[in-house]
């Protein structure tokens, strides 16, 4: 299967690489200094085992020229995929797929002005990775990766799940990755969103009376929003679980957190933002997430010290 990978960090270097041991894969990325390390070096990824593993996909600046592919799949930040797409358009083709398995939701509203509805797939991943270095992924941990769609039965997509399997990736097909999606949106948007606006670990989140308030209210809100769009999850359930992800990474520092301490936008929009609009959509009021989108939104614009 000829297969893009739009961005080379952590996501992007983990799947292009496990990928490319089976089919042919392009990973495009705006850093010279990395593509020009992945062409004469490939791209290293380190288990959690100790043991690493050298890949060498085929890594651009630029597609033009290129026929159109498969399968793109979108590992930018979420801020900067239509640009990344608008720079790429050569590359889809009639036959097509975008692939989403970026944090947060609501990524199909932007890959619909690429491909038809029938050509997008959502999905999530278990895995997690970091960046180690130029062209070097940490590969945290793996999981199960779900792919479904936004309109017709995701029995459809069965030969992309069985070329990730194939290649390492396992993954299935599902007619209810939406609420995959959801669960794992819960933490980002209530414990991972404050660690940002108050630059704190995750443990702040659960030991600080006034942090843990906030962050119930904002688990609240969630809840009842993916409720007014027919989704429904225990709110008491969420609690426990967002609690024993901050008990459990007390030090733990989120990529939002991250990206407000050193000056660079964050993806509040595709993440606390989707709560604001699936709220919107099923008419239930979400202020809190207005305001946090709002408050984060404020903090990128802040000069640097």
């Not at 036959?95 to 890959?111: A, I, K, R, V």
């Not at 997509?157 to 097909?173: I, P, R």
């Not at 999606?181 to 414990?191: D, G, P, Q, R």
Request: hydrophobic residues 40%; proline residues 4%.
């Amino acid at each position: 299967m000829k297969i893009a990978v739009l961005g080379a960090g952590a996501m992007g270097g983990l799947f292009s690489s496990y990928l490319s041991r089976q089919n042919e894969v392009t990973v495009i990325d705006v850093n010279p200094a990395l593509v020009e390390r992945v062409h004469a070096e490939g791209l290293e990824v380190q288990e959690p085992d100790g043991s690493s593993a050298v890949y060498h996909p085929n890594a651009v600046l630029s597609t033009e020229g290129m026929e159109p592919v498969d399968l793109i799949i979108v590992f930018v930040k979420a801020m900067f995929s239509e640009s990344a797409l608008n720079a790429n358009k050569g590359i889809i083709g009639p036959d097509t797929y975008l692939m989403t398995l970026q944090n947060g939701s609501g990524h199909e509203d932007m890959l619909g002005k690429f491909v038809p509805q029938d050509h997008i797939i959502i999905g999530t991943t278990q895995h997690n990775a970091s960046v180690a270095g130029l062209g070097i992924t940490k590969h945290g941990g793996s999981g199960m990766t779900h792919m479904g769609c936004v309109v017709g039965s995701a029995d459809r997509l069965q030969k992309f799940a069985d070329v990730f399997t194939a290649c390492g990736l396992e993954a299935d097909v599902s007619d209810g990755v939406q609420k995959m999606i959801w669960n794992k949106l819960f933490t980002n948007v209530s414990a991972s969103a404050l660690t940002g606006a108050l630059q704190v670990p995750l443990g702040y989140i659960s030991s600080n009376e006034y942090a843990w308030k906030l962050c119930c209210q904002l688990i609240r809100e969630a809840v009842d929003a993916a409720a007014g769009l027919g989704m429904e999850f225990d709110y008491d359930e969420k609690v426990a679980e967002v609690k024993a992800v901050c008990d459990n990474s007390p030090n733990g520092l989120t990529s939002i957190y991250a990206d407000l301490r050193d000056g660079r936008r964050s993806e509040v929009d595709t993440i606390s933002g989707s709560v604001v609009r699936a709220g919107k959509k099923g008419g239930v009021p979400t202020p809190s997430h207005e305001f946090l989108v709002g408050l984060i939104h404020a903090m990128e614009g802040r000069p640097k010290a």
